[in-house]
């Protein structure tokens, strides 16, 4: 079978390829095709890894180059498709602001003066320490003889798959730091940190299943976790009749293309949620029996505790009419099977806990959480290398500060910065991967004032495939591989449970001198007599595959280059009785906070005054928040981030459509454009992440980097637009809901100006 | 008594419904003989585009531009949107727009150099080879679905995208690179809700070409007689009534 077939078949759906499984296994991947009749392409399987859903991928080579990305027909997660970000990853390789050697700064921190150094001497600094500027950086040898290895610290923002492992679980261990900050506090944490006060809330009954999905503040269709499968699913269902209605501030794609859009003030949903509780248990519409197996509390104490969050009370707060909740509430108990989900809309707010706790108890309502649970078995590869001892030894920089938050998971990253400013504690190397606190984080101008002390941070190393806001301040810059050009184990989770194992492949050879930052850790630890076991991501990888048994049986490594994707069919979703879930949590109540969900007012949102609006963000289609704005195809379509704002708001503060307005918030301002339109609450203000870069390449902020070189890429004279957008993470404070100390990202109370 | 006679009435409407069954009845069966009358025709290609499904998520536009080496600046399909109604009815709309290969395309005539082909299968496409760049069929297509491969740097080396052809008119060939190696069209390869879908009229057994037939399905501007071969589905398609329109017409 030649390679066209491949295609041709594994395009027709999962269930045939599944059956000529054996028969693309004897599909060479060097097997060209030619699609202009002239120049050979070759076909390789890998995995996209342009946002955290990591869906599964085929490359087009020609001549060397990479030219093209479709979706692994063969994967039951994204079924051969991909999004905008997706097929715009080969932008992430051939971008013309791309670091292709390891710089050491020769100017003053941020000034943009930078040396070409060799890798040998790159890797040397880092650990034996020397002179950057005249001043001297120790090294990890030395941090770690000195006895405080925690004094390294590294903060990362994407780290997936067998990358996370190796770094992580083997390199950071072996060396001993605990001093790890990740991104969760500006991404998801409050959900995640109810999800863990709530205790076993795993689904009662197949996604798929559902009849009616009630969304809170979920972008779906443009962005989110296991966003193209989910996408898949949920408009599959939607055109077989299940009913999606979305809560949401703004009219996003996503509510446009619901069944219905209900707009609600920002930050309310919470009162939105107890409401519909409210005529659910009023009218028993709840699923009792399920309920009162799974749940903590019993149906009476519900029932008292909500008898006061009626429907009025609840239109007052969110704007949401009383006949409205009623019907929602209505149709949500009575459909075989209701489920409600939601995104960081609903709960990245001050009162976001306790909004994710009640959307379980509107679950465990529907009997989504009932006494039984939906298991799937979750893929995991069989590392044939033995685990290091697990670090213990940490700086106190990752919870915030003391006292000021319930529980915190020590995942309050955003705040690392600040803690170092307030002087808690002092890292010496401070690494950062694959991430961009300067921009991601909120108060820009404060994080760039601490990252650029070197005072406060005497060795800042900054691992990336270009130079961000964040690298623009580093000592040291080392050139990573873009997800393009390396090796990495990925597992995911297809629909009925069934297992999916994939690796990740170079579709072409590290552009330059970068260097996979994974190969890097494995010479860093060779350097410092750590024994890891293993030599290079390819090598890990490989002998992963040959030793997880199942991968190992189809073929191992050779069968995993060719197909990208091993699924197991021995596994799948099964049910067993579930632990009970907290939907009264002790833990809180002990806190002074409500044990049941109870509504939690956001302080300064109940009287604005004429002048104000509440400001929020949100994730446009084609954009990741801060590192797809060098892709030039995404950006071309997205470059300009306006200010949403409702038409009658728009009159009486005498904003017109495309004007510039002012937006002041208690931390600093910005200008942008005002997008006049009916699809947002009228007391929000809504802006997109993604504009105002002012690094990160020509194509995200217009200018030209320090390695700005045109040799890959010869597009870059069609660029046409001339505005990149505003920034509105600098006008949002860094803080952090009381209970998890997650960003508060749609809090902000801002004053609008005409310019 | 002058014509309201209704048994009258009903023997004109039984006369008249035979009339047009025997139409249909024949045309069926043209249809169906097509590829005997036109040998060389076995295939008709077509798109088609279910705006009830499209989420407007631009990967659509995306793959095409790294298909077919478009550059910054130009479009082989966009994604049009609108909005409609008053706070809180609010809707959102969007529309693919693309090249047509239309039946009888007024691109094809306008062009002198014959540069304008239009395969046996339906497809149209421009030879570059032919193409001198007078740009006459760029206001001849009523679609604006043309658009010149201009370049900042006329002179520029295009290595890294061989497949432009700069100084030459361009517009979607229906991907015709990858359907002669047996892929789909880049665009509906990709799209993540299978809003748009590539099929061909001639096969019995495409589930798309029965769906255009029962639905009695449409393209854009129909009152053009271009005979456009992008089906469309569901939404509005009214809202983009001035959009559509080539700005050069
Ligand atoms: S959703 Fe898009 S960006 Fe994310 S992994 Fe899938 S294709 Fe890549
Ligand atoms: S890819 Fe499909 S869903 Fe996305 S914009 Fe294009 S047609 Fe619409
Ligand atoms: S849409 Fe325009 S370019 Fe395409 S075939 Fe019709 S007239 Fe020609
Ligand atoms: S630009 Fe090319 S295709 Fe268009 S009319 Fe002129 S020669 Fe024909
Ligand atoms: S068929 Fe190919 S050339 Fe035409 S719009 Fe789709 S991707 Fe572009």
Redesign the pocket.
């Known amino acids: 079978m030649d390679r066209r077939e491949f295609i041709k078949i594994s395009t027709i759906g999962s269930s045939v390829i599944f059956v000529q499984k054996e028969n693309l296994a004897k599909a060479a991947v060097d097997e060209p095709v030619q699609t202009d009749g002239k120049i050979d392409r070759i076909t390789l399987p890998s995995a996209c890894w342009q946002c955290v859903s990591r869906c599964a991928i085929i490359g087009y080579v020609e001549n060397n180059r990479l030219v093209k990305i479709d979706g692994n027909p063969n994967s039951r997660r994204n079924e051969g498709k991909v999004c905008?970000k997706g097929q715009a990853g080969i932008n992430q390789v051939y971008h013309p602001d791309r670091v292709l050697y390891p710089l050491k700064r020769i100017g003053k921190r941020g000034s943009g003066k930078w040396e070409k150094i060799s890798w040998e001497e790159a890797l040397g600094l880092i650990v034996d320490g020397g002179e950057i500027e005249g001043t001297k950086v120790k090294g990890l040898r030395t941090l770690r003889e000195e006895g405080t290895p925690e004094k390294f610290l590294f903060h990362y923002g994407r780290m997936v798959g067998s990358d996370y492992t190796i770094i992580r679980n083997y390199f950071l261990n072996a060396y001993g730091t605990a001093s790890i900050g990740d991104h969760n506090s500006i991404c998801v944490n409050a959900g995640g940190i109810a999800r863990m006060l709530s205790g076993d809330v795993t689904p009662g009954f197949p996604f798929d299943e559902a009849k009616f999905i009630l969304n809170f503040g979920n972008s779906l269709f443009e962005a989110g976790f296991d966003h193209v499968p989910f996408v898949r699913r949920v408009s599959g269902m939607i055109e077989n009749g299940t009913r999606l209605v979305t809560f949401d501030v703004r009219l996003s794609n996503t509510a446009a293309k619901s069944n219905e859009w209900i707009p609600v003030k920002p930050g309310t949903d919470l009162a939105v949620i107890l409401a519909l509780c409210n005529v659910i248990v009023r009218n028993k519409l709840y699923n009792k029996e399920e309920f009162q197996m799974s749940a903590n509390v019993t149906i009476e104490e519900l029932e008292n505790h909500l008898a006061h969050y009626t429907p009025q009370w609840a239109e007052e707060i969110s704007g949401v009419p009383t006949h409205k909740i009623i019907s929602i509430a209505k149709e949500f108990g009575s459909t075989k099977f209701s489920v409600a989900i939601s995104q960081r809309g609903a709960f990245m707010h001050f009162n976001g806990v306790q909004t994710q706790r009640a959307i379980y108890l509107l679950n465990a309502l529907s009997g989504n959480l009932g006494s039984q649970k939906v298991v799937m078995e979750f893929p995991q590869w069989d590392y044939p290398f033995p685990f290091p001892d697990g670090a213990k030894d940490r700086l106190d920089l990752f919870e915030g500060e003391k006292g000021k938050y319930v529980i915190t998971a020590g995942n309050v990253s955003h705040q690392i910065c600040h803690m170092i400013d307030i002087e808690k504690d002092k890292p010496e190397l401070y690494m950062v991967y694959c991430h961009n606190p300067v921009y991601s984080n909120g108060d820009c101008n404060q994080n760039a004032r601490i990252y650029g002390d070197t005072k406060k941070i005497p060795f800042l190393v900054a691992i990336d495939v270009a130079l961000s806001e964040t690298s623009e301040l580093a000592d040291l810059v080392l050139p990573d591989t873009t997800y393009l050009e390396r090796w990495t184990c990925e597992t995911g989770r297809a629909p009925k449970g069934i297992a999916e194992y994939y690796i990740r492949q170079p579709l072409t050879e590290p552009l330059g001198e970068s260097r996979n930052f994974v190969d890097v850790a494995c010479d860093l630890a060779a350097r410092l007599d750590l024994d890891l076991g293993f030599s290079s991501s390819e090598e890990f990888v490989r002998e992963t595959c040959n030793n997880t048994a199942v991968i190992k049986d189809a073929g191992g490594f050779d069968f995993m280059r060719k197909n990208g994707i091993y699924q197991d069919d021995n596994t799948g979703t099964s049910f067993v009785q579930r632990r009970k879930i907290n939907i009264r949590s002790e833990e809180l109540r002990k806190k002074g906070f409500s044990g049941i969900p109870g509504w939690m007012p956001i302080p300064g949102h109940d009287k604005l005054d004429d002048n104000e609006l509440i400001l929020t963000t949100f994730k446009t289609n084609v954009q990741t928040h801060s590192r797809t704005q060098n892709c030039k195809w995404l950006t071309e379509l997205f470059h300009e981030n306006p200010a949403w704002i409702n038409t009658k708001t728009a009159e009486r503060l005498g904003v017109e459509n495309g004007s510039l307005i002012k937006i002041n918030s208690p931390i600093g301002s910005l200008i942008t454009k005002a997008r006049v339109t009916q699809g947002i609450h009228p007391d929000a203000i809504s802006i997109s992440n993604h504009g105002g870069h002012w690094a990160w390449g020509f194509y995200a902020s217009g200018q030209r980097s320090f390695v700005h070189d045109t040799n890959f890429e010869s597009d870059i004279r069609n660029k046409w637009w001339k505005a990149n957008g505003a920034h509105v993470n600098s006008i949002i404070p860094n803080t952090g809901d009381p209970i998890a100390g997650s960003m508060c990202w749609n809090d902000t109370v801002v004053r609008i100006e005409k310019v | 008594m002058k014509d309201n006679n209704p048994k009258r009435s009903i023997l004109e409407i039984a006369a008249f419904a035979i009339v047009g069954l025997i139409g249909i009845a024949c045309w069926r069966f043209l249809n169906s003989i097509e590829y005997l009358l036109f040998p060389d025709r076995k295939k008709r290609l077509i798109m088609l585009?279910?705006l009830d499904?499209?989420?407007?998520?631009?990967?659509?536009?995306v793959?095409c531009k790294s298909e077919n080496g478009v550059a910054l600046g130009q479009y082989r399909?966009q994604?049009l949107e609108a909005e409609e109604g008053v706070y809180p009815s609010v809707q959102r709309l969007?529309l693919?727009v693309m090249c047509n290969h239309c039946e009888e395309a007024p691109c094809l005539k306008a062009c002198e150099n014959k540069a304008i082909i239009k395969r046996s299968d339906g497809l149209v496409f421009i030879d570059k080879e032919k193409c001198k760049g007078l740009q006459l069929c760029i206001p001849a297509c009523p679609y604006g679905a043309i658009y010149f491969n201009q370049d900042a740097d006329p002179s520029a080396d295009v290595r890294d995208y061989p497949s432009r052809a700069v100084g030459r008119s361009d517009k979607c060939d229906l991907c015709m690179g990858r359907i002669d190696v047996g892929l789909e069209p880049a665009?509906?390869d990709?799209?993540?809700?299978?809003?748009?879908v590539f099929g061909d009229m001639r096969d019995g057994n495409d589930p798309i070409r029965k769906k255009i037939h029962e639905e009695k399905l449409t393209g854009l501007l129909p009152g053009k007689g271009t005979g456009p071969q992008v089906y469309y589905r569901g939404g509005n398609r009214d809202l983009f009534k001035d959009t559509i329109v080539n700005p050069h017409n």
Do not use: E, W
């Open positions: 905008a | 585009i279910d499904k499209c989420i407007g998520c631009n990967v659509c536009s793959a399909t994604v969007f693919p665009c509906s990709t799209c993540p809700t299978d809003a748009r």
